[in-house]
């Protein structure tokens, strides 16, 4: 790994950077992945110096550091540039920085630029960058971007080819902060790993997989942006689509970025578009009205702050994907997400095909269900006898769980993330074929949605969604296999 780099961060003076950026840097600064050749160019419009960044950075990291002084000697690396994404002229100004720099810090020209601003401006920074030869082909040269990549299949086209134009597909690192989860990154230790498993990791023996990222919380203070965006894009189009080709690809020849991508990309590829009639049937999409949680009120999706009183836009929505391969044809792919949902999390239950009964006892199925967050672990519930005289059964379960990111020993999913672009790993990144396959198949949904050709359903505040969701399954012989209660 090359740790000798600038950093050049455009929306510096943001949210995610300040929550997000400084501290995984920190981090990995602290760790020793980040040598004294490194410096970081702070960009954004508000005129601050560079002691005032120093010391926004210095806060971000106040929890981290060990000591002030270690606190300011990693600050003493960031500098700041005020400037307009679409002027010109403080481009030369930051080729003049970059370059004195990379002098300063004999960083080998190692260039790593992380667009943390909304997407629009990504095509007008990468042109700039290429036109005023600040990327000028010396050194590594990556370029991190935020989602959401595109709105569409045809902008998120656009973006790619703006992108393209300064950068090669092998440079872009298209962020899915869940991919740089610790427990997303276990799915392959499972599956592959365990024999148990990886024998059974198929269609004679998976009945169905149900894949949950739930949220508590309505949409806060991001009325505006979440009215335009919905759940369907907001997180299936990338972490939902993405955790399934997880669960679904086959076992790769090595464990290389180039071996997983390729396999990664055939789910993608081998996802089967649905038909119009399968689209109506399959697909369901909610909005939150009001309710109350724990005796405490909630007002209805409607009446948010910025959201159109009559807005039609879905904030919960679950479905069934299917997949097009010998592994997993014909097994549903079940998903749902939403806001205001009874409880906050994100699990994946894969559930097992079990005989009907046995003595004369009906069985539950076994479920091998993957947290993700907020605990990690695994749990997986196989039958049993219960205790006493009679031969009587029941499901036990066996149960692994650790709060290894909150106690700082699992790595941030950004810390993790940057970690791999220092290293060239894209493998937990999206790319440009996977993206293109999700817009082509959440455009078909969204076209079917934009003609109210199905119902947007009513939810209350605090219940996992519309009970047309739970239908949704009826018609497979399937139910949720996580069904938190109030
Ligand atoms: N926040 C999160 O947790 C989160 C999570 C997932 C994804 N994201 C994505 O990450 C990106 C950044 O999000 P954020 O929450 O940090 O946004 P934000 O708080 O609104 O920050 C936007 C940044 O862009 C700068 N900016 C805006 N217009 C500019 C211009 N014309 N020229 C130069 N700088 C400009 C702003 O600084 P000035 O006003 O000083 O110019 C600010 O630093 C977005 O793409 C978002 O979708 C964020």
Request: glycine content about 6%; overall charge negative; cysteine-free.
């Amino acid at each position: 790994m090359s740790s000798k780099v600038i950093v050049t961060i455009f929306g510096a003076s943001g949210d995610l950077a300040k929550r997000k950026l400084y501290p995984s840097l920190f981090r990995l600064y602290k760790s020793g992945n980040l040598s004294k050749h490194f410096a970081v160019i702070g960009t954004a419009r508000r005129p601050w110096s560079k002691e005032y960044f120093e010391s926004v950075v210095v806060e971000s990291i106040s929890d981290l550091a060990d000591s002030p002084e270690q606190a300011q000697e990693f600050a003493s690396h960031f500098y700041y540039q005020s400037h307009d994404v679409s002027d010109t002229e403080h481009y030369i100004e930051l080729r003049k920085l970059q370059n004195r720099l990379n002098e300063e810090y004999q960083a080998e020209h190692n260039k790593l630029f992380f667009l943390s601003m909304a997407p629009q401006f990504f095509g007008t920074i990468a042109k700039h960058l290429k036109s005023e030869k600040i990327v000028d082909g010396k050194g590594f040269e990556r370029l991190i971007v935020e989602k959401p990549f595109g709105t569409d299949l045809e902008t998120a086209s656009q973006l790619n080819s703006d992108l393209l134009a300064a950068f090669d597909e092998e440079q872009i690192f298209r962020i899915d902060h869940y991919l740089g989860k610790e427990m997303i990154q276990n799915i392959f230790a499972i599956r592959f790993a365990n024999l148990l498993f990886e024998n059974i990791w198929n269609r004679n023996y998976i009945d169905n997989v149900q894949i949950t990222f739930a949220e508590k919380l309505g949409v806060e203070e991001r009325g505006g942006y979440y009215d335009e965006s919905g759940a369907l894009r907001d997180m299936v189009q990338n972490h939902t689509l993405q955790l399934l080709s997880l669960l679904a690809m086959d076992k790769p020849e090595s464990f290389t970025k180039d071996a997983i991508r390729a396999e990664k990309i055939k789910v993608f590829e081998h996802l089967i578009q649905p038909s119009q009639e399968d689209l109506k049937k399959y697909f369901i999409r909610g909005q939150y009205k009001s309710g109350k949680v724990n005796g405490k009120k909630y007002i209805s999706y409607r009446s948010e702050p910025n959201v159109n009183p009559e807005s039609m836009t879905e904030t919960f929505v679950s479905g069934a994907f299917f997949i097009d391969s010998d592994r997993f044809r014909d097994v549903p792919f079940f998903f749902r997400t939403g806001k205001r949902l009874t409880e906050k999390g994100t699990h994946v239950n894969i559930v097992f095909k079990q005989m009907d009964s046995i003595f004369g006892q009906s069985l539950a199925p076994n479920v091998l269900t993957i947290y993700i967050q907020p605990t990690e672990g695994f749990s997986l519930s196989v039958n049993g006898k219960e205790v006493g005289e009679l031969f009587n059964l029941s499901p036990i379960s066996f149960d692994y769980r650790t709060d290894a990111t909150a106690s700082g020993a699992s790595p941030e999913p950004y810390e993790k993330l940057i970690f791999d672009v220092l290293n060239n790993d894209s493998t937990n990144f999206s790319h440009w074929d996977e993206v293109k396959a999700s817009w082509k198949l959440i455009d078909q949904i969204e076209e079917l949605w934009r003609h109210n050709q199905v119902p947007l359903h009513e939810y209350a505040a605090g219940t996992m969604g519309p009970t047309a969701s739970d239908e949704l399954l009826s018609q497979f012989g399937a139910k949720w296999q996580w069904n938190p209660h109030n």
